[in-house]
């Protein structure tokens, strides 16, 4: 069955530091791989999104993420991050046959200022 | 243009009675999906509708609740009779294709007493 590890449940990170969150995913064909944020109160918001092609993806408010087939992970990185970025990430993998998004259980990040 | 519209965004019932959400996707989307998201969790899918098709209710609780998109565009999901469990927030979500990606609604966040 697909399943998506998100293995850190909060994050803490300086306003200004670079910021690495883990995704690892499982599943038997090449995935549609996603990173939603979502801040207190809202909906989720698409960051960005792998398909197919390069492996490095870029995405809104400076965000990337890189596509690691042989170690199944789909991590996210901002090389400098802003207090508006404190937020929950989640990252999803979208099945080919039944269309479904398989959602990690989400990191929380914190941004000190 | 738009974004996927829900209301309410918030609803307090006491356990046993009905709740409806209703929402809006984006102008031309076909696919609608809802999720459920309980706290500290990802949103899991409950149902998928093709225009006013439900084509994946296979996570719907069918003892209690149910959906419809009569017309094709807005959705209502609704909760008979409602329990202390169903307390979570209900996300709706709507896609050009089922391949497309998936923008997401504010959410309704519900609290059963």
């Known amino acids: 069955a697909q399943s998506v590890t998100q293995p850190d449940i909060h994050i803490t990170v300086s306003e200004g530091a670079s910021l690495e969150l883990r995704c690892n995913y499982s599943y038997g064909a090449t995935p549609y791989l996603f990173w939603y944020v979502q801040s207190p109160g809202q909906g989720l918001q698409l960051l960005l999104k792998?398909?197919?092609?390069?492996?490095l993806v870029q995405g809104i408010k400076g965000f990337e993420a890189e596509f690691k087939r042989s170690q199944s992970s789909f991590n996210l990185r901002k090389p400098s991050v802003h207090w508006s970025d404190a937020a929950e990430y989640f990252c999803?993998?979208?099945?080919?046959?039944?269309?479904?998004?398989?959602f990690g259980t989400g990191t929380r990040l914190k941004v000190l200022a | 243009e738009a974004g996927v519209v829900q209301s309410p965004r918030y609803k307090i019932i006491e356990k046993k009675q009905p709740v409806a959400f209703w929402c809006n996707p984006i102008s031309g989307h076909n696919t609608l999906y809802w999720y459920l998201q309980n706290l500290g969790q990802g949103p899991e899918l409950l149902i998928r509708y093709e225009n006013e098709e439900a084509v994946d209710d296979s996570q719907l609780p069918k003892d209690r609740f149910s959906a419809e998109r009569l017309k094709g565009v807005d959705s209502t999901l609704k909760i008979q009779p409602a329990e202390l469990g169903d307390s979570a927030v209900y996300l709706c979500a709507s896609s050009g294709g089922a391949r497309e990606t998936q923008y997401f609604g504010p959410g309704t966040r519900l609290l059963v007493l």
């Open positions: 999803a993998v979208g099945t080919s046959g039944t269309y479904k998004y398989i």
């Open positions: 792998y398909f197919s092609g390069d492996t």
